[in-house]
């Protein structure tokens, strides 16, 4: 059962990264498909892709994108 | 549940996919056309990783203990996953040299609309 | 075993690392960067044609010891064939392809160290690492091994646009940047659909699983598969619909950094062309394909390039019309079709270099690329327009020149297997290339010089003129003894039909 609510919820994590207006929260936001895939990978039978995958998919690129807002602009024009 | 959940996570990482082509063909801010760039690498990375799974399997590793034939016969197919680890590395490597071109570009022009910039 | 085989990889990229490493030290880098180059041409001559396991684990056919013991399920199946390692196989034409390549990424380091007033060890670092993403992309007989490096090359090669500081140059990166994070995902698709179907990532393996039956040929993933790995190719060597931005990497590189980008797009088209060749030449429509692909690239680039009025962007587009020719003579699908379109390959990575190099002295002296304000400089430098006349005469096939013989053989084979509008049509570009390089010729050196361009009081380096005598050699060698290539070239042509 949790791996089809972690499936809905990495499609409409992404979903929600891309409307945003505010850049910095769709930075944000696209940390919950990350920490969603990674979730499932574990359930998908994949630790060791798991734990790569929670690292960087919902910590490092978050980061970057947040990284990279700042230093640019923050919303869409 | 009516669908079982390999053919579900395939979906997802079709649904992934076509978000993410959306987003980097047709969003005109950079930063929104990365994120959707970084959609279609999880989500080909989850396609592997749905490739290897198998059902009611168990993890790919060779436990003490454990007979070989049981391993060989249930164990979920560990070559996609190995390619996964990569994969994720190189993408996010990608995306950090596209964020920091996106950041000189926008100390350049003084925007991050992609009509304004990429168009000649 | 074969040490020096997994050695072309490994050293460049070692002396890649290395160079990041010393970066600021100007006179190191220039001492590592020369030897390890004079190094890269010379290894494919030494090493001994075979096979490298990574990590010695050979087919359990090869390996009788470790076959003891282990069930019949095992040894008494195909599994007993399969490759568990990453398999690296260097033959003859994979010989030719990597000496060339390695001279050519030779020169161009030799040149960019006395173009540029301070060596910089990053922009070295960038061409090394491509250096061996392509080798290793010719050597890998293992297709995830090729999709890793099929990633760093691009990574390089936007670096090394983005190293050569011109204008715009960081624009055209992100584009080709953002269509590359969209190709290299697709061809991984297309690997994970082979892998789906055969359970291997090991080319030979794929094949023999598919020609054996084990995998139904008629799949539809298979054609999936094919279209995927098809489009990665298509970004990977700029084929159209990628030729614009392909050119425009090109263009706004250095002179010597294109050079090398060229022979990086040749050999992806030679390395990924082989293989999609190798796996799905039974599909009927791969050849027609093939041609359909090369043909645009041909007529769109040749005629683009027609229209250009800088030359970087022009040699560009003549540079990716050019590729069309290879893969005409890859889709014949003939022996001599197949063959004549890899000696045009090796042909075309050097002539194409030549002419990078050839008319990168031009910028070197005044600074610009748009052939409206130059004219001239025939009275400057004689020599080196000769030489980059003689360039402009091997691009276009003239005789004695090597690009002669393979693009008369390559008009034979069409005309055996029975495409001879195939041959029409590649004499006619010929001689559109022919023109198009005529007239920038004359506006750059033939036409009175106008009056407000500004040359540059400075010698054209030796390393340069170097460069470019040793291109003018290979290019004569190979067109009065074409046997030499097309000899080594051959088996793996046999070997593809």
């Known amino acids: 059962m949790i791996e089809y609510i972690l499936m809905i919820t990495a499609v409409l994590g992404a979903l929600m990264a891309l409307i945003q207006r505010d850049l910095l929260k769709s930075a944000i936001l696209t940390g919950i498909p990350g920490a969603s895939i990674a979730f499932l990978y574990q359930y998908l039978m994949a630790p060791d892709v798991a734990l790569t995958q929670a690292i960087v998919g919902s910590a490092i690129i978050p980061v970057f994108f947040a990284l990279a807002v700042y230093k640019t602009r923050r919303t869409e024009e | ?120 | 075993m074969n040490p020096l085989i997994p050695i072309m990889v490994i050293l460049p990229i070692t002396c890649a690392l290395l160079l990041n490493l010393i970066h600021t030290k100007e006179r190191s880098v220039k001492i590592l960067a020369i030897i390890v180059g004079i190094a890269l041409p010379v290894i494919p001559l030494l090493a001994n044609y075979g096979i490298h396991y990574f990590g010695g684990y050979s087919p359990l056919i090869d390996n009788p010891q470790m076959a003891q013991g282990l069930p019949d399920m095992i040894t008494q199946s195909a599994l007993n064939l399969f490759h568990p390692a990453i398999t690296y196989s260097f033959t003859s034409a994979q010989k030719i392809f990597v000496f060339i390549l390695g001279l050519i990424a030779f020169l161009a380091i030799f040149t960019s160290l006395s173009e540029i007033k301070k060596a910089s060890g990053v922009y070295a670092f960038l061409m090394f690492m491509g250096t061996a993403a392509v080798t290793a992309i010719l050597l890998s007989d293992d297709i995830f091994n090729l999709y890793v490096f099929f990633e760093i090359a691009a990574l390089s090669q936007v670096g090394i646009i983005l190293a050569s500081r011109t204008e715009k140059s960081y624009e055209t990166a992100l584009k080709y940047l953002f269509l590359g994070s969209i190709a290299a995902p697709m061809l991984l698709l297309g690997i994970g659909f082979l892998l789906g179907l055969t359970g291997n990532v090991n080319i030979t393996d794929i094949i023999y699983s598919i020609n054996t039956g084990l995998v139904d040929p008629q799949n539809p993933v298979l054609l999936l598969a094919c279209g995927l790995i098809f489009f990665g190719w298509l970004y990977g060597s700029g084929l159209p619909p990628f030729h614009s931005i392909k050119s425009a990497v090109y263009s706004k590189a250095l002179p010597h950094g294109a050079a090398l980008l060229q022979a990086f797009s040749v050999f992806t088209f030679v390395g990924l062309g082989i293989i999609i060749l190798r796996i799905f030449s039974f599909l009927p429509f791969t050849q027609v394909a093939i041609i359909v692909v090369s043909l645009l690239a041909m007529v769109l680039g040749i005629t683009m390039a027609l229209m250009q009025s800088d030359f970087k962007r022009m040699i560009g587009y003549l540079a990716v019309g050019e590729l069309g020719y290879i893969g005409i003579g890859l889709g014949l699908g003939t022996a001599l079709g197949i063959t004549a379109g890899l000696f045009q390959a090796v042909n075309e990575a050097i002539i194409t270099a030549f002419i990078f190099i050839g008319f990168g002295t031009i910028l070197y002296k005044t600074g610009i690329t748009d052939t409206n304000k130059l004219g001239g400089l025939m009275v400057e430098n004689p020599k080196v327009a000769l030489l980059v006349m003689l360039s402009g005469f091997a691009m276009a096939g003239v005789p004695p020149f090597n690009a002669f013989q393979s693009k008369l053989q390559l008009v034979q084979a069409s005309i055996t297997a029975g495409l001879p509008e195939l041959g029409i049509i590649m004499v006619l570009l010929s001689i559109v290339t022919f023109m198009t390089f005529m007239k920038a010729f004359y506006t750059i050196y033939l036409r009175p010089k106008p009056s407000e361009l500004e040359i540059k009081n400075k010698e054209i380096p030796w390393a340069t003129i170097i460069s470019l005598v040793v291109l003018l050699l290979i290019c004569l060698i190979l067109g009065l003894f074409p046997h030499i290539v097309t000899g080594q070239l051959e088996q793996l042509a046999q070997g593809l039909i």
Do not use: C, E, R, W
């Open chain 2, 1 to 120: 549940m009516i669908i079982d959940v390999q053919l579900a996570s395939f979906f997802t990482a079709a649904a992934l996919i076509a978000l993410g082509l959306f987003a980097a063909l047709f969003l005109d801010n950079l930063i929104k056309k990365v994120i959707g760039l970084a959609f279609i690498g999880d989500g080909v990375n989850l396609f592997l990783v749905t490739l290897g799974f198998k059902p009611g399997g168990i993890v790919y590793i060779f436990l003490p203990g454990m007979s070989a034939d049981t391993f060989a016969q249930s164990a979920s197919y560990p070559l996609p996953y190995a390619m996964v680890l990569t994969s994720i590395v190189i993408g996010a490597s990608t995306l950090a040299v596209m964020l920091g071109i996106i950041i000189m570009l926008y100390k350049k022009h003084g925007t991050i609309s992609s009509k304004k910039i990429l168009d000649d």
